[in-house]
């Protein structure tokens, strides 16, 4: 598989200060150039895929701003202008004053072969929704997506392009985009009533979109869906489980609701009183997390995969990657790293008692190991560790750490993030516990344990800290028994408190 790159280079280094420009002319490889940052009073930097490297020992001034602004379009309301014909972008940051004293000039690329990977996905019509940490490629992967269904496939394509990003700037689209036509958004707050004119008004097969970001553009998705349209896009989130906790954009899965069962049914289920239930249809059929320009984890199924992970099962991704000219796939579970590793699950009975932090919070693995009631403790020294864990990010540094930890055959758990609901659904794995391990569940019990305790006593009840989206949950929950809740504290402390129908004529 060959990829063809075009990126205009030169265009963007003319609307440079030639002081800036010329160290970048000058440099060889700019394959992984990504960036110039002009800051006013600070050397100019330019960002590379894994280094950052001064211009000039020359700092920044306003007439260097200057000399940019006046060679590129005007800026929007999302402060970001782009360069005629070309895929560039450049975003400004502006003092209290609405002065630009910064620019970030983002290189933009057309990248014709990256849909190799997800092509049959691309082919069969489902609905497509990219995910991935800024950088990493979906706005590439989507413009190329366009192309290919316009040209290749003969579908009327319909990009809605907001910053121009999918498109470039100017009212002549880049030829990247082929035969796709291009609506352009006169400001971000109009995304999605430009996504329902798209549909209404040029009867399209397939609708690209870039950044659906608020309800109003999740609520406009589903409209498109549910009209037979092809949806691919992308949204904000690295993975399909932030997209879960995310409560502005998880209509895009089916949204998710806290359902209370009756005493029978519960026990009928063998789980508690108060579960998590996917609300609707999933907007998108198929999401893609983009891991790095060159491998991809595909949820071929989102509607299944969200049932399963709500009722604290795991269903196999499908991880797929280039290697040598040739894309390669395999099974892996989710939340534990794709590539080689040297954990694998002991026999019943055999699990680690002593576990080994590293990169990772030591008093959230601590609390982590409180709440699952499993039999390990935490420890600092390799000598007494029966198992490593560690972060995806640390693992792929390869430190000393981890390589005198693989010599002498200490086993490796790597989680993606240092997150507690990783840590508990990565002792859930070692430990072979079967039921819901994650921080959702386990605060609607407790949500469910203080609402006994309020009946009992009438006595308010504080619960643990959470984050806004479990907080909701955890109103809604309780409002279902009438009684009163509060939020009270300061994030990352803030918690819900919950107070009998009394309290309330007392306050």
Not at 135 to 164: C, H, P, Q, W, Y
Not at 251 to 256: H, M
Not at 417 to 423: E, I, L, R, V
Not at 472 to 486: D, G, P, S, V
Request: hydrophobic letters at 40%; aromatic letters at 4%; one cysteine or more.
């Amino acid at each position: 598989m060959q990829q063809v790159i075009t990126d205009d280079l030169d265009a963007l280094l003319d609307v440079l200060p030639p002081h800036i420009a010329e160290p970048l002319s000058r440099s060889g490889d700019r394959s992984e150039f990504l960036e110039v940052v002009m800051d006013l009073g600070r050397p100019p930097e330019a960002r590379y895929l894994n280094q950052e490297s001064l211009l000039s020992p020359k700092e920044v001034t306003a007439e260097d701003i200057d000399y940019v602004v006046r060679q590129i379009s005007t800026f929007g309301d999302d402060n970001r202008a782009g360069i005629e014909r070309t895929l560039h972008r450049i975003s400004a940051i502006r003092n209290r004053k609405g002065r630009i004293v910064g620019l970030s000039c983002r290189v933009g690329r057309a990248v014709f072969g990256t849909i190799a990977m997800i092509r049959d996905l691309v082919e069969s019509g489902q609905s497509i929704l990219l995910l991935g940490r800024p950088g990493v490629g979906k706005t590439t992967m989507l413009r190329e997506v366009a192309r290919v269904l316009a040209d290749e496939f003969g579908k009327r394509v319909i990009i809605v392009d907001t910053s121009n990003e999918i498109g470039g700037d100017g009212d002549i689209p880049h030829p990247a985009i082929g035969r796709a036509r291009r609506m352009q958004v006169s400001t971000p707050a109009r995304q999605h009533a430009v996504m329902i004119e798209a549909v209404e008004n040029h009867m399209p097969e397939v609708i690209v979109i870039d950044e659906i970001g608020t309800e109003l553009e999740a609520q406009a998705a589903r409209t498109i869906a549910e009209r037979g349209v092809q949806l691919v896009g992308t949204a904000h989130g690295n993975s399909l489980d932030n997209l879960m906790m995310n409560p502005t954009l998880s209509d895009l899965i089916g949204g998710i609701q806290t359902v209370t069962l009756g005493d029978e049914e519960a026990r009928r289920r063998g789980t508690q009183k108060s579960i998590l239930e996917r609300k609707a249809p999933a907007t998108f059929d198929v999401v893609v997390e983009i891991q790095s320009w060159g491998r991809v984890a595909i949820h071929p199924d989102v509607a299944a995969v969200v049932d399963a992970t709500l009722r604290g099962h795991l269903i196999p991704l499908e991880v797929r990657w280039f290697e040598d000219g040739e894309v390669k796939s395999e099974k892996a579970l989710p939340y534990v790293t794709p590539e080689p590793e040297s954990y694998r699950k002991p026999a019943r009975g055999e699990e680690p008692k002593n576990i080994m932090p590293y990169g990772i919070n030591r008093v959230r693995l601590e609390e982590s190991i409180q709440r699952m009631k499993v039999p390990a403790k935490v420890v600092n020294d390799l000598d007494k560790a029966d198992l490593l864990m560690t972060s995806k990010s640390h693992y792929r540094r390869k430190s000393q750490v981890l390589e005198e930890a693989e010599g002498r055959g200490t086993p490796i758990y790597v989680i993606r993030s240092d997150k507690a609901s990783q840590m508990e659904q990565g002792l859930a794995i070692i430990y072979r516990i079967e039921e819901r391990s994650d921080s959702v569940a386990l605060a609607l019990m407790e949500t469910e344990e203080a609402i006994e305790e309020i009946r009992r006593s009438g006595e308010p009840v504080e619960l643990s800290p959470q984050n806004a989206f479990v907080r909701r949950l955890q109103h809604q929950l309780a409002e279902k028994y009438n009684l009163i809740t509060r939020s009270t504290g300061k994030a990352p402390r803030r918690r819900v408190r919950i107070f009998a129908g009394s309290e309330k004529a007392r306050r």
